[in-house]
């Protein structure tokens, strides 16, 4: 088992370093040739040396690569991504109403299918390979400064490989009115996948903005999604971030989002799991500077074989922050779920106030759910505390809805609706909030 | 007083059968010793108890205030089905003092209960420990648990420690534990001060907010005696 | 109502405060601005009566008398609150019973009656109102667990409660968006009256469009090195503290 596991893997990689060549000499974009930054030749070259990890290693200890990347995969061309039609982009979409709209396909931008509303005194956008022309300040002084090449995988290959993907910068003092929705298709009706989109978003000091990620996936075939978003907030900026995966049965997705707090600076993030094949979310904050708050919701409600890894990272590296995670699952049918916290507190960091909890409830007796904790503490006046619970519906409740009159399955979808609801709450857009409560909802009438 | 040291152990035991109810609740303030630890009770415990028949109800409360070094873990057999079991206790450790209390709950019957709140309070250069036990038996089916351990610190020479174990043995078990530290400093006095309450109404109206879970659990005269003990222990510990 | 003149302040030997000159007056706002660092928290923790600080030199006379000879409690008494950058957590005391607490010793102490229950909630709702904070909130812990935006709406709640003559509000708009800074700033705007004065330290121009200030002040290396209206604000916002710096050192 093992040798076939490190062919699959040898494999894999084999082909990804074929792919970047073929990248370099320009075929995979339009053609002409193209000249890679040091920053992406020091990424391949990270690339090379890193391993793609197994169970073994502690960080993938719950997350099983193995059936991923034994895959035959393409990998995505531009030319291929502009095949989907305004027509078949219709199903993937929310119903956002006056929105900024960006749509990238396979991680290539589509210009034709976005749609921007807010002024640009509000909001610039630029294609993140063309971006630093410019904003060679913000680029040079925050891509890839954050989300760590030097020892993930996966992120190595995003920032050696990908070009395509959104640069947003909100000026200072500006409130961004309108919401910006990127969905984020991969599109395998023709064959199996690899998709690579790279973004990063820089609110300005007292800016305030919202974003939300949607990623779906189209056809029949394998899809793999790699994707890495930055988010940097500068002094007394307000982000709220949403990443919602409502993907196919075939679908993977490992994502990393990283985060970059700047003083008096607020950051919320929430993060949906609908369904999929494989998805690993990595969220990773880092607070270096004073005064800064940090949310981090989650919601996982899972069935079928779907498996979610949640592993987040809140680093406190400066006094007076904090921060509270909230995550919550619903397991049901052979899904299983994994949640990975940790909260650092570095010395520097007194008065830190952290607090995480996860909550699950396991529905199948085949569902299965890891839960890790960890906090790591170096200062000594601080406040943090984690609480994690793993259980089933209560009983008694359940009883008690039952002797009123309300039939087992409603009571059951009565209960879990109220259990998401701790999350769904603190969604602050209605369009996402009601897409979200309806597939749950509807997966509770049919499935409980 | 005087200088050497006197020894307190006492043995309490207690049974619930069927539908019986046990309430035993303590306050307990002997003395601790001077300020450098000379002196001083040792108070060494046995105190257990069992719900022997169906739907029966043990509870211990405590207020720990006295004593040079305290030894006590009030536990609860929960043999009988639907049984519970309870323990609420505040421990206040000053000067040189020792707490190390805490409690044990073995689930052995079906849908038994159990919930643990600890609080503990050190102050000057005490030592306060909670040390407990949550065990859930194979056979014990729905067993539930909640246990809530906060310390609160006064000053930095002090030490809390919380050494919960968890033996789960049964998987429809639902068990919770959750803790907390906090530190009661200089800046809390400062706020209070600043909205006009001086230092010792602050102390008071702090700890006694800490334990008001505990505290309400002890029948009402009790309960008064135990808030003017909290505020005589930690006297002279701020500020 | 208050002058500050010449006040020098240390702290661990550390002179923060070099000479600091200020005179507010009843019904004034003042916004104090400056780089991190420049004294503007010891400041406020000097009026307050912070025992950590050393006053080395000068003297605070607020209403007519020397307020560096009051304990912090009867400052607070006497009618000044400070708004705190970092308002501390008190678990297991609710903001109600605290305030109820802090409200009744401020009126022992000008020889009134304490209120009852019913009274101190009819208040309370009043006020809530006022700040639009939830009931909820003010039955929980003292700040305990609150976010940043709840924790600063608190203080202001406060400020509600106890009609303070000089509030000192010390970033509190620090870290809010822009939907809670307008709460926080409508508060105070409406407790804004002719008999009481406010002095707001902030780093964000922004909450001078919602709070118009009479005057605008730069303290810098533990001095006020200038002052002027609102438009001094928008400079500053625009081209930041670098001229002001060489202006000093020049
Ligand atoms: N306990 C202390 N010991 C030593 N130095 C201190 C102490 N507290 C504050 N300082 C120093 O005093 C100076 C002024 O601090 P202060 O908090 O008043 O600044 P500030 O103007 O309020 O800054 P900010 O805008 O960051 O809130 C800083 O250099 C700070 O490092
Ligand atoms: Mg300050």
């Known amino acids: 088992m093992t040798t076939t596991s490190t062919m699959d893997k040898a494999d894999f990689k084999s082909k990804l370093l074929t792919h970047f060549d073929t990248f370099q000499r320009g075929a995979a974009q339009d053609n002409s040739p193209r000249t890679l930054s040091a920053l992406q030749q020091d990424a391949f070259q990270h690339f090379r040396t890193l391993d793609l990890p197994t169970t073994r290693h502690e960080e993938w200890k719950y997350t099983n690569l193995r059936n991923l990347l034994q895959n035959d995969f393409s990998f995505a061309t531009a030319r291929e991504a502009s095949a989907l039609s305004a027509a078949e982009l219709a199903p993937h979409l929310m119903e956002h109403g006056d929105a900024n709209v960006l749509v990238f396909v396979n991680g290539f931008y589509r210009r034709d299918l976005s749609n921007l509303v807010s002024p640009v005194e509000e909001l610039h956008v630029e294609n993140i390979g063309q971006a630093r022309e410019k904003y060679t300040e913000a680029i040079d002084k925050y891509f890839a400064r954050v989300a760590d090449y030097q020892k993930d995988v996966f992120t190595a290959m995003n920032t050696a490989i990908s070009d395509n993907g959104a640069f947003i910068f909100v000026p200072a003092n500006k409130v961004l009115q309108k919401p910006v929705y990127l969905y984020f298709i991969t599109d395998a009706t023709r064959g199996n996948v690899v998709s690579q989109p790279r973004n990063l978003y820089v609110l300005g000091r007292n800016s305030q903005a919202t974003f939300v990620e949607s990623f779906r996936t189209a056809g029949e075939y394998i899809g793999f999604t790699n994707v890495v978003t930055e988010v940097v907030t500068q002094e007394n900026a307000v982000a709220e971030y949403y990443k919602i995966q409502n993907e196919t049965a075939n679908a993977h997705h490992i994502g990393t989002t990283q985060a970059l707090q700047g003083r008096d600076s607020k950051f919320s993030s929430t993060t949906i799991s609908l369904s999929g094949s494989l998805i690993r979310n990595n969220l990773n904050i880092v607070i270096d500077a004073e005064n800064c708050e940090s949310n981090l919701y989650g919601l996982y409600v899972l069935n079928g074989k779907t498996h979610v890894d949640n592993h987040t990272l809140v680093d406190h590296a400066r006094p007076h922050s904090y921060s509270n995670e909230l995550y919550k699952g619903i397991l049901d049918g052979k899904s299983t779920g994994v949640f990975n916290g940790k909260i650092m507190v570095r010395p520097d960091a007194q008065k830190t106030n952290a607090f995480q909890t996860n909550r699950n409830i396991v529905l199948s007796p085949e569902a299965a759910m890891n839960t890790k904790p960890q906090l790591e503490i170096f200062a000594d006046d601080v406040k943090c505390s984690h609480g994690a619970t793993t259980g089933q519906l209560d009983e008694e409740m359940l009883f008690y809805l039952r002797s009123r009159g309300i039939g087992q399955k409603a009571a059951k979808a009565l209960l879990m609706q109220a259990f998401a609801g701790d999350v769904l709450n603190h969604i602050r857009l209605e369009p996402v909030r009601n897409y979200v409560e309806n597939v749950i909802q509807n997966r509770f009438h049919t499935n409980a | 007083m005087r200088d050497e040291h006197q020894l307190h152990a006492a043995v309490v035991e207690l049974v619930a059968h069927t539908k019986a109810e046990i309430k035993y609740s303590t306050v307990q303030n002997w003395y601790p010793g001077d300020k450098e630890g000379k002196g001083g009770i040792y108070n060494f415990v046995t105190k257990r108890g069992i719900c022997m028949g169906d739907s029966a109800k043990i509870s211990w409360t405590q207020v720990e205030t006295g004593s040079a070094i305290t030894w006590k873990y009030p536990s609860v057999i929960l043999k009988g089905d639907n049984s519970i079991g309870e323990f609420y206790s505040v421990a206040v450790t000053n000067n040189r003092q020792q707490a190390d209390t805490g409690t044990k709950m073995i689930h052995i019957g079906k849908n038994t209960k159990s919930r643990i709140v600890s609080k503990g309070i050190s102050a000057g250069k005490s030592q306060n420990s909670y040390r407990g036990l949550v065990e859930v038996h194979r056979r014990a089916e729905n067993a539930r648990n909640f246990s809530q351990c906060d310390s609160l610190l006064m000053g930095d020479k002090c030490g809390a420690h919380t050494f919960p174990y968890l033996e789960i043995k049964n998987s429809t078990a639902q068990v919770e534990h959750e803790a907390t530290t906090s530190k009661i400093g200089e800046d809390q006095i400062f706020y209070c001060n600043q909205r006009g309450i001086d230092t010792e109404a602050a102390v008071a109206l702090i700890v006694n907010g800490y334990a008001k879970e505990v505290l309400k659990q002890l029948p009402m005269e009790f309960a008064v005696e135990a808030q003017k003990l909290l505020a005589i222990s930690l006297e002279g510990s701020v500020g | ?250």
């Open chain 3, 1 to 250: 109502m208050l002058s500050i003149r010449n006040l020098h302040a240390a702290i661990d030997g550390k002179e923060i405060l070099k000479g600091l000159n200020l005179e507010v007056k009843a019904g004034e706002i003042h916004a104090i601005m400056g780089p991190n660092g420049s004294g503007k928290s010891t400041l406020a923790s000097v009026l307050a009566g912070r025992e950590e600080y050393e006053v080395t030199d000068g003297e605070v006379i607020y209403n007519g008398t020397d307020l560096l000879e009051l304990s912090p409690e009867d400052r607070a008494r006497e009618g000044i609150f400070l708004a705190f950058q970092y308002p501390v957590e008190i678990p297991g005391v609710s903001t109600t019973n605290f305030l109820k607490t802090a409200v009744n010793e401020v009126r022992k102490y000008r020889g009134q009656e304490p209120l009852d229950a019913v009274q101190f909630l009819t208040r309370m709702k009043e006020k809530m109102k006022l700040v639009n904070i939830d009931q909820a909130l003010l039955s929980r812990s003292l700040n305990e667990g609150f976010s940043g935006g709840e924790k600063k709406r608190n203080e202001i709640f406060q400020l509600a409660m106890l009609e303070p003559k000089l509030a000192i509000l010390d970033e509190t708009d620090s870290g809010l968006d822009i939907d809670a800074l307008r709460i926080v700033a409508e508060g105070v705007n409406k407790l804004r009256t002719r008999d009481n004065a406010v002095v707001l330290v902030t780093h964000y121009q922004r909450l001078l469009d919602y709070i118009v200030p009479d005057f605008v002040h730069v303290l810098y290396k533990g001095r006020i090195v200038k002052s002027g209206t609102k438009e001094l604000a928008l400079q500053l916002e625009e081209k930041g503290y670098d001229w002001i710096k060489e202006e000093v050192s020049a």
